[in-house]
């Protein structure tokens, strides 16, 4: 039963994480597992758990990671950014189920090279978020790390039972709908990065950001949809499926697809790029619809509606219609705006690779 | 707005973390923050959080981050083992509300350092603590890390609205009352560092674990008391105030103590420590109760009775009546078997110094 190191069994077998991809990874962990409360109503799989604790409606739970080195990078993220981002990304996750965010824990691990003063500045943009999106912070966990910093916060949010949206309910024939724009922090991430380097090589030039304050905006201080949300419950609009693009838009669609068990058709005109993002794209000679498809960090809410509701969302600003559910068997394409076909691919962020 | 490194504001004052210790360091972090939901019942300061969703019940919510080097050392932790312990030690923050944990979600950063199968070995242990205290899995994330492993898990519970137990309910004249055993999971882990270190100097030295399974397994794979939640339920029993021992038992007294307004007089003679972790201070050249009032990681329950309960509390096994709370003038006093009263210090693990 006790072992020391030397004991620690060598598997005779060793698979590379990187080999299943983040997505495969989860999917083998948490297969053995087996809900034994009726209260859990959704588990792993969706951008929220959901549960029914006996009350009018389900709780929502979701909780995200956020490591230096890997999520963020000190040299151009500012502490109080952080700090808001990291409960920003959260709060996405329990709006992308049409809910409502209500309280958050937030877990810190540091390293004596920061100061009080620091972390203070951490929890100045934690208090931002928690006023801006009306959290209450409940809780958490405080502890030093031999390097690095490490973010680890748990939003739980409310949805009415009848208004809760799985990223499993998309059928053939609906329409998929994208909020605000796509791209637009993936290149603020490349400006940001450039300059990093620049300044690395030479410490004595000053950083160009080349006025590019809204692209490094959506980088370094993205927003969650509240608004979206908001505006669905006063159009009687519930979406028949949903979940936000925190990976690039192409991840998730296919996640959409596969929980729905459907395909996609997607028109590459129907997808919103900002005009600063795509003259920056050509800049860094880099397509601005893979930015959209695979960049990621936008917090912007990808989602699918009956036809029979797109009068309640023509007119809602900021939303735009970019495709059509099909048939499972019918894939995932692209048409261009030059008129071509392309089968999609799968393309978030994988950590592991 | 937008910073880069060289613009990242150096603080004119640098306060040290060390210098705050941890429970200082979260009650400045978190001062500035007020709830503003009516279902945050408690927030920042208890074991768990509590809140009102609606139901008959109360919804509890814990989180712990745990990291590599500093709460766990692979050289002697058996990857299942710390799945199994890193979600023990989040339900017993559940069960010291006198409620019952009902899911988890896990969050887990990896190096490429670890294989699937090692993976896997960690929710093997998550899953059989699931299965032992009947959690569901209910999501998490799980990212790479540059380096070390890093787990954080949040428990979520439930609790009787009028069964709920504070840290903050002990009134003058109360009993003091400890289940289990305290002391041997610190001496576990003395005898694991002291191989450790001897198998580093000499590696083709065997391990002499000294046949202390007992110590070992209080260190390695501690349990929660589930059982004594349900003994408080079959006899009618609620204490005035309850908190789990992680840190040990004097630093826990002193929370109690704190958020009841209260002092404490504890006997060293109703300190309950096993004779074989007796017997290994000894041999370590510790004092035996030291070991109990700082030693931490036993997770047993602390808590408070009306002495109108005691009935109901001393024909229960494993648990001992230590003491009693008086005013808070009166300070935290320990009363030595050798007769002689001192004050007690909070003593509990400062990760930080």
New interface residues.
Partial sequence: ??????M?DP?T????????G?FG??D???Q??H???S??V???GDD??V?D?????F?L?????L?E???FD???M??KHLGYKAVVVNLSDIYAMNGTP??I?V????S?R???????EI?AGI?LA?DTY???????????????L?L?I?A?G?VDKDKVVYRSGAKVGDLICITGDLGAAYLGLQI?ER??QL?LDQ?DIQ?D?EDQ?YL??RQ??PEARKDMIAAFANNNLKPTSMIDISDGLASELFHLGKQSGVGAFLEESGIPVNQDAKMMAMKFKLDPTTCALSGGEDYELLFTIDPKDVDRVRFLPDIYIAGEIVPAEDGFTLHTTGGKRHQLKAQGWN??S
């Fill in positions: 039963m006790v072992y020391l190191c030397c620690q598997s077998t060793r698979t590379e994480i990187g080999q299943l983040e990874l989860i083998r962990l948490t053995p597992f809900n034994q409360h209260s859990t959704k588990g792993v929220a758990a549960l604790t006996g009350g009018d409606q709780s739970v979701s909780t995200d990671m490591i080195g890997i999520h000190l040299m151009y500012p502490l209500t309280q824990t877990s810190i691990g540091i004596n920061f100061s009080v003063e620091g972390l203070e929890y208090q928690c009306g959290v209450d912070l409940i809780g958490g966990d405080t502890t030093s790390s031999n390097k690095g490490i680890s748990t739980i409310t940001l300059e990093k300044y410490p950083p950001l304050q490094i905006g370094l201080k950590h592991f």
